[in-house]
Nanobody, 124 residues
Framework: VQLQAFGGGLVQAGGSLRLSCAAPGRSFSGYTMGWFRQAPGKEREFVAAIRWNGGNQWYADSVKGRFTISRDYAKNTVYLQMDSLKPDDTAVYFC??????????????????WGQGTQVTVSS
């Protein structure tokens, strides 16, 4: 079952978007769910992660205070609320699943299951 990320779009600087990530029939219990992004010509980079059980959260310094990751048990869905968006936030955003904890949640290599990505474009 594939992870499905959606909610991207075009927004002006200062605006907001909420991304969602779900996998119908796939449990996230016991895992860490992460959001990454990749801009043209750049490497994929960590954005945020959340431990499904317990709710521990991690954020990249570049989004701390602007983005919020959360999860909904009933819907088995992970969200990324993005506020005060900047043109530098423009990228394809991916959700992913990992068994990692602590600092290793920031490493793409620890994620074994990836969604297809959703485009976020922030205009100036």
């Amino acid at each position: 079952v594939q992870l499905q990320a959606f909610g991207g779009g075009l927004v002006q600087a200062g605006g907001s978007l909420r991304l969602s990530c779900a996998a119908p029939g796939r449990s996230f219990s016991g895992y860490t769910m992460g959001w990454f992004r990749q801009a043209p010509g750049k490497e994929r980079e960590f954005v945020a992660a959340i431990r499904w059980n317990g709710g521990n959260q991690w954020y990249a310094d570049s989004v701390k205070g602007r983005f919020t990751i959360s999860r909904d048990y009933a819907k088995n869905t992970v969200y990324l609320q993005m506020d005060s968006l900047k043109p530098d936030d423009t990228a394809v955003y991916f959700c992913a699943q990992s068994r990692a904890i602590a600092s290793s949640v920031r490493e793409t290599s620890t994620y074994f299951h990836w969604g297809q990505g959703t485009q976020v474009t922030v205009s100036s």
